[in-house]
């Protein structure tokens, strides 16, 4: 039986992080499997982020719009949009939490890491690895400050640093902790990142503060969720006694981290489903955005001016 060919389709990237490997997107690795994505110029379909503004230069085509970060795609400037937000919008919008590409592939987060039988003395307390303290809630650096009252938590990041050093590789550095302080920037429902999902992969338990929504998609069991608790001080007594419990760390630790089965055939799934509905129709059928009426004037009057001295700022930091 004869294979059909894969249909080609014309693609260009904007607006992305500085470096981003864009072959390695995990949305780009499952579309490659169905389709023979080509670089071009003049692309039919424009994967835009939201660090720049480069997207304004791209007239005729679609725009697809991605993001990691806690913010919602403007679907007056975009045809698609692809985030963590719980939300429908026709067939406009696809939630791709932020976790998902930092794990390309999700079956480490169901199977590696997960230790059958860790040798606990070995483990050093719990670590803390962040860069970001001015634009981030202080609720984690608030914990972190009590949580060291307990014993000394290991700061490996440019915040709150406490070693000399900086961590060079995450995962190599946490899977040497029980623990790992695991709290957002911001309490977004459906922002979830990898300060959740690289310390289940590398075998230590997060103490997560984040996403209100979690359980929907993540085993609150197989971590401490600290929305559970009345205050810091309980959640921190519930700590102490897991650290002195070995054989609750081990039920806790060795809990599935899903509450879903096959969460990679459906994140999967999913993804095709949606650009199959684009890329699977004419170009004209499968535009979203309007050229005419009030949506014109508004794409027009944001479009300039360039960037403020201050988001360039921001930008330089990604």
Same mark, same amino acid.
Do not use: Q
């Given at each position: 039986?004869?294979?059909?060919?894969?249909?080609?389709?014309?693609?260009?990237? /904007?607006?992305?992080?500085?470096?981003?490997? *864009?072959?390695?997107?995990?949305?780009? &690795? #499952?579309?490659?499997?169905?389709? %023979?994505?080509?670089?071009?110029?003049?692309?039919?379909?424009?994967? /835009?982020?939201?660090?720049?503004?480069?997207? *304004?230069?791209?007239?005729?085509?679609? &725009? #697809?719009?991605?993001?990691?970060? %806690?913010?919602?795609?403007?679907?007056?400037?975009?045809?698609?949009?692809?985030?963590?937000?719980?939300?429908?919008?026709?067939?406009?919008?696809?939630?791709f939490p932020q976790w998902i590409p930092y794990d390309l592939n999700l079956i480490s987060l169901m199977e590696y890491g997960r230790e059958k039988n860790p040798d606990l003395d070995k483990k050093k307390f719990c670590n803390f690895i962040y860069s970001n303290a001015h634009c981030a809630e202080q609720f984690r650096e608030v914990f972190f400050e009590k949580l060291s009252k307990y014993k000394k938590v290991d700061s490996g990041g440019s915040v709150l640093n406490n070693l000399g050093y900086k961590v060079q590789n995450k995962l190599d550095f946490i899977k040497d902790y029980k623990f790992t302080i695991a709290i957002e920037n911001s309490f977004v429902q459906g922002y979830i990142t990898e300060k959740l999902s690289d310390p289940l992969i590398a075998g230590s338990m997060p103490l997560y503060y984040g996403d209100p929504m979690v359980g929907e998609e993540f085993n609150t069991n197989s971590f401490v969720n600290l929305r559970d608790f009345k205050s810091i001080n309980e959640a921190i007594e519930y700590i102490v006694e897991l650290d002195k419990n070995d054989k609750l760390y081990l039920e806790k630790l060795q809990s599935p981290c899903f509450i879903h089965a096959n969460v990679e055939n459906y994140y999967r799934n999913k993804t095709i489903d949606f650009f199959s509905n684009i890329f699977d129709r004419e170009k004209e059928e499968a535009k979203r955005v309007t050229r005419f009426g009030w949506t014109k004037y508004y794409v027009d009057a944001i479009a300039p001016p360039p960037p403020s001295p201050w988001f360039k700022k921001i930008l330089k930091k990604y």
């Open positions: 039986m004869k294979i059909r060919d894969k249909i080609t389709i014309k693609i260009a990237y /904007c607006d992305f992080w500085a470096n981003c490997k *864009f072959d390695e997107l995990h949305f780009t &690795k #499952i579309l490659n499997e169905k389709y %023979n994505l080509v670089y071009s110029d003049e692309p039919d379909y424009l994967f /835009c982020s939201c660090f720049g503004r480069e997207h *304004f230069k791209y007239k005729d085509c679609i &725009k #697809i719009f991605y993001t990691g970060e %806690n913010c919602v795609c403007d679907f007056n400037l975009y045809d698609y949009g692809l985030s963590s937000c719980y939300m429908t919008f026709t067939d406009r919008h696809l939630r």
